[in-house]
């Protein structure tokens, strides 16, 4: 077999379409390595293709896209929209590991292969012969369904093409499909794509939906001014793509692409494998998604604008590699300290131009130019902000009719109905310190304040009679162990917490609860809250917990109580509020037959933390579905029915202690008698 080396590349061009299956690229000067592929690690023909291996397939997901709080691990394989199709073993190697969870991969099986590789079949119905009995009987011993075991060499060795389970569509699935990955002794996570599938076609070029700018300093402007604006590229008749409405610009630019790509065959959005950013002809940015570290799968907020993906749903690719993004997955060629922002220093018209690839190297090219700020100067370099931290929220304050919003280290206030020769002064207080602000730039009527929080971090700022509280607390930087008290609020935070530097804001909320900046600003790990509530009554404080109450949203979180505080942990900015659930989930068994036994649960606000099930006192197996609410037994022996006349009980428990249960016997289900018809009358004739 010919194996595929992965070398560094010195060039955009390379390094998202110059590697084809099957064959050595050329080995440039060494430069730093982009992705985690070892070389020699690829080798054509080594993984048989999971799902009807020989026949045709396509996805519905490929490697790399952007999901929810993490970079999708693998390939989605359709599978018809059915359940129940042969996963096929893609080579020889043993079971490593197999689990099952409520979300997530649901029922999985994870393959060790002698090459060092690993591949993982997720979203799984049910598994094959021995490796299912052996689960079900673990489960049993365990008295749990949520289960984590692995395995030695000799315990379930499995050969290329063997049928190890059935598809299906347990664990977070969206629908019936298999999940399929392949990750290497470090756990880092491979496109499978690169492994040449036949039965994988693919003769659709990615696309451009939109395209976004965005002013990353003070100084920056995009159209006069300091903001974010994204365009809609027009596709032409060659296939290229432009941009046909006049741009200015001027400053330091951050660029973020909303493109998708397609397999032949189906009709799902995949994610882009690779973008190629050039200003002038020259590269300044590159991305290529071959390879990640499963890890490092949340740094996807931070690949990704978190805050418009948190606003608007969109998931955007930023063509510029933010600070705390420590992903190896860049190229930064030309003026790497820019870190893939476009500099438009020189007052000049600049061409801009992307360039999309999937994984079978088709592309799609989009060129456009940025035009000169006809009425700034230019910028000098020494201006420059690099270091961009928050990220935007927006909130507006009635008394002086201004909106507040926090981006990219810039404190940005817009005052309304402000004339350019009726601008104030503003004066930013930070505690005793006073330091005037001057208007940045008035537009259709609106005083703009633009305040670098590098240098002032403002607790309030004052236009003339009207004080708008920025209620800053102060600067937290990442990669450091932090602990700061605000009143009754005390917060942790551990080295890996923040991706990066947080200007912290605490407010009390009137209605009880604190707001902790805005949910636009992503977590990497877990910060620690500790709250004391002023609350004038007695509190439950085995059902009361907190909660994450942010756009019309709440997610339970909940937490311990230690002497009137309640401490819990969150992985989300945003609004937290105490909530007291004091109702149990509710439990209605379906049918008890001696096949098997179904019941529906549901709880309604903290969310269901645990389920049992007992025929006559014993414990039963129950499998669950979340997405259905629905639980059905799983015998330990299937041939064995349950006894006629058997008492049943499920009982579930919710995440604040809540128990919620229902009974019945077992019923031999009777025959439906169907009463004979009687034939009607015929009809007298006249």
């Not at 470090?186 to 696309?207: A, G, M, T």
């Not at 909106?403 to 350019?420: A, G, M, R």
């Not at 002064?425 to 005793?432: E, M, N, Q, S, V």
């Not at 990669?479 to 804001?505: I, M, Q, Y």
Request: aromatic share 10%.
């Amino acid at each position: 077999m010919r194996k595929l080396l992965i070398y560094p590349l010195a060039l955009a061009s390379l390094l998202c379409s110059g590697i084809t299956l099957g064959q050595t690229s050329p080995k440039p000067t060494p430069v730093n390595q982009t992705g985690y592929i070892q070389p020699g690690t690829i080798e054509a023909g080594y993984f048989l293709f999971p799902i009807q291996p020989g026949g045709a397939n396509s996805l519905s997901g490929g490697m790399g896209d952007l999901r929810p709080n993490h970079f999708h691990a693998g390939l989605d394989i359709r599978t018809g929209g059915r359940e129940g199709l042969d996963v096929h073993a893609a080579a020889d190697g043993y079971v490593s590991r197999i689990a099952v969870f409520t979300g997530g991969y649901g029922n999985v099986v994870f393959i060790k292969h002698p090459n060092g590789l690993t591949t993982v079949y997720g979203h799984l119905k049910t598994l094959k012969d021995t490796l299912g009995t052996y689960l079900r009987e673990q489960q049993y011993q365990k008295k749990t369904f949520e289960i984590d075991l692995r395995f030695q060499p000799s315990q379930f060795p499995v050969k290329k093409g063997d049928v190890i389970a059935a598809s299906g569509n347990t664990g977070g699935s969206g629908g019936p499909h298999l999940h399929f990955e392949i990750r290497d002794a470090k756990d880092n996570l491979i496109n499978p794509l690169l492994y040449d599938f036949s039965e994988i076609q693919d003769n659709v070029p990615p696309y451009f939906e939109r395209v976004a700018l965005k002013t990353m300093t003070a100084s920056s402007r995009i159209n006069g001014e300091y903001q974010r604006v994204s365009y809609a590229p027009t596709r032409l008749s060659d296939g290229s793509y432009t941009i046909t409405k006049p741009i200015t610009a001027s400053g330091l630019i951050g660029m973020e692409v909303l493109a998708y790509d397609k397999t032949s065959g189906s009709p799902y959005r995949n994610g882009i494998s690779c973008l190629e950013i050039r200003l002038d002809g020259r590269e300044v940015f590159a991305y290529n998604m071959n390879s990640f570290p499963n890890e490092q799968t949340r740094f996807m907020n931070i690949h990704e604008n978190y805050e418009v993906e948190q606003t608007t749903g969109q998931r955007y690719h930023r063509a510029y590699v933010a600070d705390g993004n420590s992903l190896n997955l860049y190229k930064l060629q030309s003026n790497a300290a820019y870190r893939g922002r476009l500099p438009l220093l020189d007052g000049q018209p600049h061409e801009v131009t992307l360039i999309l690839y999937d994984a079978y190297d088709h592309s799609a090219k989009l060129t456009f130019t940025l035009l000169p700020e006809v009425a700034s100067t230019p910028t000098r370099l020494d201006s420059i902000a690099l270091q961009p931290a928050s990220y935007s929220s927006e909130s507006t304050d009635e008394e002086t009719a201004a909106t507040v919003t926090t981006d990219e280290n810039v404190l940005k206030i817009t005052v309304k109905n402000t004339p350019l020769s009726n601008a104030p002064i503003a004066k930013l207080i930070t505690g005793r310190t006073v330091t005037e602000q001057p208007v940045s730039y008035v537009r259709n009527n609106q005083a703009v304040y633009l305040i670098d929080l590098r240098y002032n971090l403002p607790d309030s700022v004052q236009f003339g009679r009207g004080v708008i509280r920025t209620n800053f607390k102060k600067r937290v930087i990442p990669g450091r162990s932090e602990v700061v008290t605000d009143g009754n609020t005390r917060l942790e935070f551990k080295p890996a917490t923040l991706f990066d530097t947080l200007h912290l804001a605490i407010r009390q909320l009137p209605w009880g609860g604190i707001e902790i900046n805005q949910s636009t600003i992503p977590l990497n790990e877990y910060l620690t809250v500790q709250y004391t509530p002023n609350y004038p009554i007695a509190i439950d404080t085995m059902r009361t917990k907190a909660y994450w109450v942010s756009g019309g949203r709440e997610s339970f979180l909940g937490g311990n109580w230690t002497k009137g505080k309640i401490e819990f942990k969150t992985r989300t900015l945003g609004r937290f509020q105490l909530m007291t659930d004091a109702t149990p989930p509710t439990v209605e068994i379906l049918s008890a037959t001696p096949k098997g036994i179904t019941a529906k649960i549901r709880d309604d606000l903290s969310g269901v933390a645990e389920f049992r099930a007992l025929v006559n006192g014993e414990w039963v197996l129950m499998q669950y579905d979340y997405k259905r609410a629905l639980l059905w037994s799983d015998k330990l022996d299937p041939n064995e029915p349950f006894e006629d006349g058997a008492e049943v009980l499920v009982q579930v428990k919710d995440r604040s202690g809540n128990i919620g249960s229902d009974s019945t016997t077992i019923e031999v289900p009777r025959p439906v008698v169907r009463k004979k018809a009687i034939p009607k009358k015929g009809r007298k004739k006249r």
